[in-house]
């Protein structure tokens, strides 16, 4: 809560540090976010007109950068360097901000302001992504599919009484309680499994369904079993290549998630924890003896090139027709238990694809964060995340895949906006890392932020207390690194250089402070 607190007094500030930039309203769009608030964005039509008059030799100027003549404009209008390079110390050297990053801006000489709704989630949605993702597959109920048969009550009993007999009696690390009593029943789970089996299957049923909401299922067994229905969908998906899982989920508010998962053969306990694990968290953790896992090893393990992977990556998800284009990739590994940065705990590798929409040839920026967050628990607002679409491949084919809240893409409603130079945003960024970091003492003996990418891309704000599935597209700046900890009792190292974690985003058109975890 005191780090909530913080985050609200930092917004607060922030409009009061704004309040002498001759670029910025004097209303912030984190107090207004509604339609009102359009008015105040202008149109730069004639300032961009200048700048590409006076940069008729742009293609040549910006040759070797890997920029064309667009990016080059925007740059040059802007006043943006290739790389910003400043170290700050504050709270008597606490905290400390250290900034050499690489300044990225959009293939496109201008960025506007677009109306954005959320995607409806109708039976239209449904087909398209079965049809991008299992065209031609058959798709059955998850419920009676994945239902115990005998064979499988046995299969786990077998496994449990295995690890019983080697002493093994938490195989799952749960740990234990604070009187010391271990959290898992070993005895009480194998009692429950030989009383299950008594009724159990000798196979389960298959029942064949078409992918949509309100399938009627059967809840509980024996007398108590009654028809239910289930307002999202779980299927199972039958293909050449392996079994998938297939869940679209209702979020509480407009969006919805879509989670496609391949089953594994090749696990020795099911019940063990599992998860496929972005690369970034372990080559970012520079001189941690702990982390075992290698970028040469994850490549290994990948067994598929980054091309073909890629290409295995941008099939289904072209056949959606949402204008998504691969932002960014990682090293993806598949880990078993809590253990995850040892190469002991890797089962299999693969490459994860970050999509993202782009317009008029600038992207929405792609980060950790969903969204979609409420100010506080007793909020009952309905939030709305972010539109963001991951898929890992590995050497046979698509692993995993999640699609969260795809947005509808209206006209646009201020063209050429016009932006703050970047001058400006960056005495915002030093000012606001510092407030929003105030306290930083009071919890370690210091921190260092390693901000090694500064990024110009599109973001949906929004307001949920007037509309929860309008919203607006407008140009963002944000900040990616990692951070360094010195405390009492411990010290972690995290370079940043493959995050997308991004600690502060700001408005390019009127330097307001976006709250990434909130959206706006």
Not at 164 to 169: Q, S, V, Y
Not at 235 to 261: A, F, L, M
Not at 305 to 315: C, G, N, P, T, V
Request: glycine share 10%; net charge negative.
């Amino acid at each position: 809560m005191k780090k909530r607190y913080m985050a609200i007094t930092a917004m607060c500030l922030c409009a009061s540090l704004l309040a002498g930039c001759q670029e910025t309203p004097k209303d912030s769009i984190v107090r207004e976010k509604g339609a009102a608030s359009l008015k105040k964005y202008e149109s730069a039509d004639e300032a961009l007109d200048a700048a590409a008059d006076s940069s008729g030799a742009a293609d040549g100027s910006q040759e070797g950068t890997g920029e064309g003549a667009d990016a080059g404009r925007l740059r040059e209008l802007l006043g943006a360097p290739e790389r910003y390079e400043n170290q700050a110390s504050y709270e008597e050297g606490a905290l400390v901000i250290n900034t050499d990053a690489e300044v990225i801006l959009p293939e496109a000489s201008a960025m506007h302001t677009y109306g954005v709704s959320a995607m409806e989630a109708d039976q239209d949605m449904i087909d398209r992504v079965t049809e991008a993702f299992f065209e031609g597959d058959k798709v059955y109920h998850m419920y009676s599919y994945t239902e115990w048969t005998k064979e499988d009550y046995q299969e786990e009993i077998t496994r449990l009484k295995k690890y019983k007999a080697e002493g093994n009696l938490d195989p799952y690390d749960y740990g234990t309680d604070e009187e010391g009593n271990l959290m898992f029943d070993i005895d009480a789970l194998i009692a429950r499994d030989e009383e299950d089996m008594k009724n159990a299957p000798d196979e389960a049923l298959k029942e064949e369904v078409k992918p949509s909401f309100g399938l009627e299922y059967v809840d509980g067994k024996g007398d108590e079993a009654q028809k239910a229905v289930d307002e999202d969908f779980w299927g199972i998906v039958e293909t050449s290549h392996g079994n998938y899982e297939y869940h679209i989920k209702h979020e509480i508010g407009p969006g919805i998630t879509i989670h496609i998962k391949k089953q594994r053969e090749d696990l020795p306990d099911p019940r063990e924890y599992t998860a496929w694990q972005e690369g970034q968290y372990l080559l970012d953790r520079e001189g941690d003896e702990s982390v075992t896992m290698t970028e040469e090893r994850m490549k290994e393990m990948a067994g598929i090139s980054l091309e073909d992977a890629q290409e295995m990556a941008e099939e289904p998800v072209k056949k959606l027709g949402w204008d998504w284009e691969v932002y960014g990739w990682d090293y993806a590994v598949f880990r078993r238990g809590e253990d995850w940065s040892k190469e002991d705990s890797a089962i299999d590798g693969g490459y994860y694809f970050h999509f993202t929409r782009v317009l008029d040839g600038a992207p929405l920026t792609y980060t950790d964060s969903y969204g979609g967050g409420l100010e506080d628990m007793d909020s009952t607002l309905e939030p709305w995340g972010y539109e963001r679409c991951d898929v890992v491949v590995g050497d046979d084919g698509i692993q995993s895949v999640e699609i969260c809240c795809p947005y509808e893409v209206g006209e646009i409603q201020t063209k050429n906006v016009k932006m703050m130079d970047f001058g400006s945003i960056m005495k915002i960024y030093e000012q606001m890392m510092e407030v929003s970091n105030a306290d930083i003492s009071d919890y370690e003996q210091q921190r260092t932020y390693n901000i090694r990418k500064i990024t110009l891309g599109y973001s949906r704000i929004y307001d949920p207390s007037t509309e929860n599935d309008k919203g607006l597209l407008v140009p963002v700046w944000d900040f990616f690194g990692g951070f360094d900890i010195k405390g009492e009792e411990y010290e972690s190292k995290n370079s940043g250089e493959h995050s997308n974690q991004s600690f502060l985003t700001v408005n390019a058109v009127d330097g307001t402070v976006i709250d990434r975890g909130l959206g706006y």
